[in-house]
């Protein structure tokens, strides 16, 4: 990316208006040297952290001594600024070249942003969008308007070029968590989204409630921010909720550096929103941040594919805790039964990576596995390859077959130290069959809730049915059918996680012991599936609430 930028850089004539968050690439620091000694009038915002030394082990900044790659632009005779030493961060990464060539995405100007990081970048040619960029940075480079301080004209930062709508946002002033809220709540058919952190609990909601209104859903989180940001994130929330979601695992040990929503690729209305702005509070109410909406379907369809390409083959093993109902913060569990269910497909391996930002669990945690045979259950502990490091579980020996009492795998984790912090926690499980090199992610991984102190631990009313379920008891779920039947009470049902978990435990009853009750109950469940699952939008609620009883009459 670094060479493509250098490209943008060498048509060059009279200016270039920069903010960029770092600049850590000496390539590119001597460009913008050899264009200002050209003559090139160059105006470079950047983020104090990145003006002046910083020591990354304490995170201090040192104002008497500057950057290694901003030094020689100043000694050059360079006029770069940065914004002031707030709290707050100069987060965008954008460049306008002679007033009309605009460069915008998520890329810093460094060598790990270059060649170890996944980053998105665009290029227009366009006066009036230009213009956009221009006013933004001389806030910032002129006027010293940072932050709350930047005053917003979100009117006049929409325009077209030819076949492509496009709007720019800026953080804090424009508000840019709203918008793509609004944009999410908008869509018809599917949202993809790549994001290196993402703590917005408004966007995880408006996903949750997309994703029940039957609309394909599917998110990618960086590896390093999925950890150290753990139950702030919406990474638990979507996996609760059913949403499939991917922690990406870097071939180049780099980061998922995109910020990035795709909006119906397939659709009537296809859009991508992406720049510099990470979906969290932080960035959008105190950082200098920017998003691009595009309105167009090859650049829709474009980075539709390239988060095909980063994505990975979800494997089609189950897994669920037993008997684990809300954990209450900083106390030791005796015991947490685990199973995992092959569902059909024969499995050498698994990792389990244990919750993020738990306690270190090294020398403590205990395991036990058990398996089943003639419907008793036989500790096989001392007979499993088993690894464990302080964030991982490795079990060679899984070898979970795909029928049968050989499908299931019983693991008990005992004595585990709760976190200090109350929220959601997943487990993050990887499966490996006998014919493949890598492990692919579970669909639905398992979710543990933390609750405070003073909290109720009792489970809420669908993770209490879906515990009966795994114990294998039915009747609560099959009166919840009959009230959703004669009385239209069918709110539960309207979860197509609750719907989808509840499908997976009855198949793998059916799968380990032939229940002849789970059979019954699944086909009522797919019928739930396919008749009040597509029917519950928001704009057929009315109609589709009304016409309970006939639906059910047919069901029963």
Request: charged share 30%; proline share 3%; hydrophobic share 35%.
């Amino acid at each position: 990316m670094d060479k493509h930028f250098l490209k943008f850089l060498s048509y060059t004539k009279k200016t270039l208006d920069m903010a960029f968050y770092e600049v850590r690439d000496e390539n590119i620091m001597n460009k913008f040297i050899e264009l200002h000694k050209a003559g090139v009038k160059i105006r470079l915002v950047v983020d104090n952290d990145y003006y002046f030394q910083k020591d990354h082990e304490t995170g201090k900044v040192d104002e008497s001594s500057y950057n290694q790659y901003i030094e020689p632009m100043l000694e050059a005779g360079m006029d770069v600024r940065q914004d002031l030493g707030r709290s707050g961060l100069m987060h965008n990464k954008f460049c306008v070249r002679d007033g009309k060539y605009v460069w915008v995405g998520s890329y810093n100007l460094t060598n790990t942003g270059a060649y170890n990081n996944e980053n998105n970048v665009l290029e227009f040619q366009s006066k009036r969008l230009g213009d956009i960029y221009t006013r933004e940075l001389e806030e910032m480079y002129e006027d010293e308007q940072f932050g709350t301080t930047s005053p917003s004209t979100i009117e006049d930062q929409s325009l077209e070029l030819k076949d492509t709508k496009l709007q720019v946002v800026f953080a804090p002033e424009d508000d840019p968590l709203g918008v793509i809220e609004r944009h999410l709540s908008q869509a018809q058919e599917s949202i993809f989204f790549m994001q290196f952190a993402m703590t917005a609990d408004e966007l995880g909601a408006v996903l949750i409630e997309k994703f029940n209104q039957g609309l394909s859903i599917e998110g990618m989180f960086d590896r390093s921010l999925y950890r150290s940001t753990g139950p702030y994130a919406e990474f638990s929330k979507l996996l609760q909720a059913g949403i499939p979601m991917v922690v990406y695992e870097s071939p180049t040990r780099g980061k998922l550096h995109h910020k990035v929503f795709i909006i119906d690729p397939g659709g009537e209305n296809p859009m991508v929103i992406t720049g510099s702005l990470n979906a969290s509070a932080n960035g959008a109410k105190s950082n200098d941040e920017n998003i691009i909406v595009i309105q167009n379907a090859e650049i829709t369809m474009a980075y539709y594919k390239q988060f095909r390409k980063l994505s990975t083959q979800m494997s089609e093993v189950t897994a669920g805790f037993k008997d684990v109902g809300h954990l209450r913060m900083n106390t030791v569990v005796d015991k947490a039964t685990l199973l995992v269910s092959s569902n059909g497909r024969k499995t050498k391996s698994l990792k389990i990576q244990l919750p993020a930002r738990w306690p270190d669990q090294e020398g403590q945690m205990g395991m036990r596995i058990l398996r089943l045979k003639d419907g008793e259950r036989v500790d096989t502990t001392e007979k499993e390859k088993i690894k464990i490091s302080p964030k991982e579980i490795t079990i060679n020996s899984a070898d979970l077959k795909s029928k049968g009492e050989g499908a299931l795998l019983i693991i008990e984790l005992l004595n585990i130290t709760t976190p200090s912090i109350a929220g959601q926690y997943n487990l993050y499980i990887r499966a490996r069959n006998s014919f493949a090199r890598k492990y692919h992610p579970l669909a639905i991984q398992p979710v543990l809730t933390i609750v405070g102190e003073e909290e109720d631990t009792e489970l809420g009313p669908e993770e209490a049915i879906l515990q009966e379920l795994v114990q294998g008891e039915f009747g609560t779920l099959d009166g919840l059918l009959d009230a959703c039947k004669k009385d239209g009470e069918c709110e539960i049902f309207y979860s197509r996680g609750f719907v989808t978990k509840g499908m997976q435990i009855l198949k793998q009853r059916i799968l380990i012991e032939n229940s002849k009750e789970a059979k019954v109950l699944l086909k009522k469940f797919e019928w739930v599936k396919s008749h009040v699952l597509p029917d519950f939008r928001s704009d057929r609620k009315e109609q589709f609430l009304s016409n309970q009883a006939e639906i059910f009459d047919k069901l029963y």
